[in-house]
């Protein structure tokens, strides 16, 4: 018997507190990450070493009761590495043996350290949700996230992620260093942060009911159009190289609807997609060469986008 919904908006105020135990600070990207996981995205994190990537997502795997794998990309990985491979044995027969991508949340830890051709190894799982090898599809368990952190672009050792690879993602979002309240919390508390007792406060039946739920949030006709504006003003601006594809519009469109539910609302407003607007877009811009020498950034071009769009009056 599922729960109603008074008891299933209950639910995600409970992971944000489970997870806040252990994880000092870092409100936006627990934000985003639970608006990814109810809108089934992916996020992609990007941000210093030791900006705590890890421990965020491994304890929001364990907040919501999920098998948690962690990948620690190489250069020298292969794409078998990470969706599996068959096992032959002598007789002539085979076995499956799982990559860890099979897991509820994954972590691609440092993606960009390993090359594209490992790198698109993900593709396939993250839009929809299975991997085939040797003309052999494996579906993957549900509900199914990948967090992916990666190092700023430019640094040393690292292959940037191709815009079909960075296109799969819902949301980009940077992880910065705590401020000196939150780090002074980290190491007052450091010896529960170590060995933290995190416990599931929801499990996959939960989830899959939250998703069905947010579906039912209404959309109207004038917000679409806003979406729709957004990405297309994007991709219309002069300093872009290439700008984002239909799938910003669908990210834009899911996470709003998520942001309504957690906000107790059965429908979108327009501030809904503007708050959601730099983590769906930034990730997705390219800027022209002759425009990066004018310091001109992918960020840059979003608040240029987000000032640019007349906001719908309802």
């Known amino acids: 018997m599922g729960k109603n919904d008074k008891d299933i908006s209950k639910i995600p105020s409970k992971i944000l507190a ?72 002598p007789d002539g027969k085979s076995r499956f043996m799982e990559g860890p991508l099979f897991a509820n949340v994954v972590l691609s830890d440092e993606l960009n350290r390993t090359t594209p051709r490992t790198q698109a190894a993900l593709i396939e799982a993250m839009q929809e949700r299975q991997v085939t090898v040797e003309g052999i599809t494996q579906l993957l368990p549900r509900p199914f996230m990948i967090i992916a952190s990666q190092l700023p672009y430019g640094s040393e050792g690292t292959y940037p992620l191709t815009e079909v690879q960075a296109d799969r993602f819902m949301f980009r979002v940077w992880s910065d260093h705590l401020s000196k309240e939150d780090e002074k919390q980290v190491i007052t508390n450091l010896d529960y942060i170590e060995e933290p007792d995190v416990q599931p406060v929801v499990s996959s039946q939960d989830i899959a009911e939250l998703q069905e739920a947010i579906k039912k949030v209404h959309v109207s006709e004038e917000v679409k159009d806003y979406i729709v504006s957004l990405v297309r003003f994007a991709r ?37 997609v503007k708050k959601l607007a730099p983590y769906v877009l930034i990730h997705r811009i390219r800027v022209k060469p ?14 240029r986008v987000i000032q640019g769009v007349a906001v719908p009056k309802n």
Do not use: C, N
């Not at 995205?41 to 070493?49: A, M, Q, S, T």
């Open 18 to 89: 489970e997870v806040s135990k252990v994880v000092v600070g870092k409100d936006e990207i627990k934000e985003v990450l639970l608006t990814a996981l109810l809108g089934e995205g992916h996020v992609l994190i990007e941000g210093l070493p030791g900006t705590a990537k890890t421990t965020l997502a491994k304890t929001f795997s364990q907040a919501i009761g999920g098998d948690f794998k962690r990948i620690q990309f190489t250069p020298d990985m292969l794409p078998a590495d990470v969706t599996g491979f068959y096992l032959y044995t």
């Open 236 to 272: 219309d601006d002069p300093d872009i190289l290439s700008g984002p594809s239909t799938r910003a519009s669908v990210s834009l469109f899911k996470g709003s609807r998520v942001i309504a539910f957690l906000q107790g609302r059965d429908y979108v407003i327009p501030d809904d």
């Open 290 to 303: 002759e425009a990066e020498m004018e310091d001109v950034t992918p960020m840059t071009v979003t608040e």
